[in-house]
C-alpha cells in the first residue's frame, strides 16, 4: 500500500510538472519566479544551482530565473543555466542576474553578463540594451519614491511582493499606485517572486503566471516585457479583460474580488470567484486583487481607463 501510495504521489508530481494551463485563443498559463539565489553565486564553492532548478520543477514551475547577485559573479560571469532546462517536462531557464552594483534590478532575459552599474537608470539602460527586462526589487529596501521611478526611463516592472519581504507588500502596492497616479506617471505591471537564497521551504511565497503561446525563453521574456502575467501568492485567474465599458476577472479560488483605482483607491468589492466592474470614466486606470479566506492573493495588471489623466 505505502509502495502504491508513494508511486500515485511521483504520477501526480509528474502531471503536474508537464501541465500547460490552457488560456484563450492558443494562450497558455506558465507559472515561473524571476528572483532567486544560489549559494553557488555567494562567493561559495556549493554547486547548488541544479538541486534549486530541481526543486522548482518537481514544485510545478515551468521557468525559473536565478537571478544571481552580478557582483558575486565578476570571476564566473555566469548569467544563464540553459542545461538545467527540461524542455520535455515543460520546465526552462530564464538568463538573467540581480544586478546588483546600484540599486537592485532583475535583469531578465539578457543576452550577456552585465556589470559596473553606477546607477538605477544605469542598470535599466543595460539591461535594455541586452535585450532584457528590468524590474526594480524590493522597492522598499532601500525605498524608492514615485518621482525617481517615474524618472528612470524604461522601468516599467515592480517587485510588489518579495519572499523575503512579506511585510513590505502593502508600501510596495503603495509605491506602484503612486507610480501610476502621479503627474508624468504611468502604467506599471506588478511582479511576485520569492526572492529565495537556497531554501525549499521558501519556494513558492511569490510567483507569477505568463500568458504566453508557448514555453521558450523568448515568448516568456516578451509576455512579460508587455505586461501578459499576473503576481500572486497563491490564487489562481482564469482570466481578467477589459472592454470597452467595464473589466472582468474570473478566478479559481478567490473568494473576494476588489477594484482600485487612482492612488489605490478602492472603487468597490464584491464576493465570489468572478466579478465585473463598470468604468465610470475618471478612475485614470483600474486593478483588480482576488484574495481568499486562505490568506492568498493574486493581482490584475492596471488597465488604463479611456478618458483618463494624470496629467
Ligand atoms: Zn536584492
Ligand atoms: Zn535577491
Known amino acids: 500500500m505505502a509502495r502504491f501510495f508513494s508511486f500515485f504521489l511521483f504520477s501526480l508530481n509528474l502531471a503536474f510538472a508537464h501541465t500547460q494551463i490552457p488560456a484563450e485563443e492558443g494562450y497558455f498559463w506558465y507559472r515561473g519566479n524571476t528572483h ?163 531554501n525549499r521551504q521558501r519556494v513558492g511565497r511569490g510567483w507569477i503566471m505568463v500568458k504566453a503561446k508557448s514555453l521558450t525563453k523568448s515568448e516568456i521574456r516578451e509576455s512579460i516585457r508587455s505586461g501578459n502575467f499576473y503576481p500572486t501568492t497563491g490564487v489562481i485567474l482564469d482570466s481578467y479583460m477589459a472592454e470597452k465599458d467595464s473589466f472582468h476577472v474570473i478566478s479559481q479560488n478567490g473568494d473576494t474580488i476588489k477594484f482600485f483605482g487612482r492612488y489605490g483607491k478602492l472603487l468597490g468589492t464584491q464576493a465570489g470567484k468572478d466579478a465585473s466592474y463598470r468604468f465610470r470614466g475618471d478612475e485614470l486606470y483600474v486593478r483588480a486583487e482576488v484574495s481568499n479566506r486562505q490568506g492568498k492573493t493574486a493581482w490584475t495588471q492596471p488597465v488604463m481607463v479611456k478618458g483618463g489623466t494624470n496629467q
Open 36 to 198: 532567486t539565489h544560489a549559494e553557488y553565486s555567494d562567493n561559495s564553492e556549493i554547486n547548488d544551482v541544479p538541486m534549486i532548478a530541481r526543486w522548482y520543477r518537481e514544485a510545478g514551475y515551468n521557468f525559473l530565473l536565478l537571478s544571481e547577485h552580478n557582483n558575486h559573479l565578476l570571476a564566473r560571469k555566469i548569467f544563464c543555466y540553459d542545461r538545467l532546462s527540461r524542455p520535455k517536462e515543460n520546465f526552462i531557464m530564464i538568463c538573467g542576474l540581480e544586478l546588483s552594483m546600484s540599486r537592485h534590478i532583475t535583469a531578465l532575459g539578457i543576452d550577456r553578463f552585465l556589470s559596473g552599474e553606477k546607477s538605477l537608470q544605469e542598470a535599466v539602460n543595460m539591461t535594455l540594451a541586452s535585450g532584457g527586462v528590468p524590474i526594480l526589487n524590493h522597492p522598499m529596501d532601500p525605498v524608492v519614491t514615485a518621482r525617481k521611478f517615474i524618472e528612470t526611463e524604461g522601468l516599467n516592472h515592480i517587485e510588489i511582493v518579495n519572499g523575503g519581504r512579506l511585510t513590505d507588500t502593502p508600501a510596495s502596492i503603495a509605491l506602484w499606485d503612486s507610480v501610476m497616479s502621479e503627474p508624468g506617471g504611468r502604467i506599471i505591471y506588478a511582479v511576485a517572486a520569492d526572492d529565495n537564497h537556497y
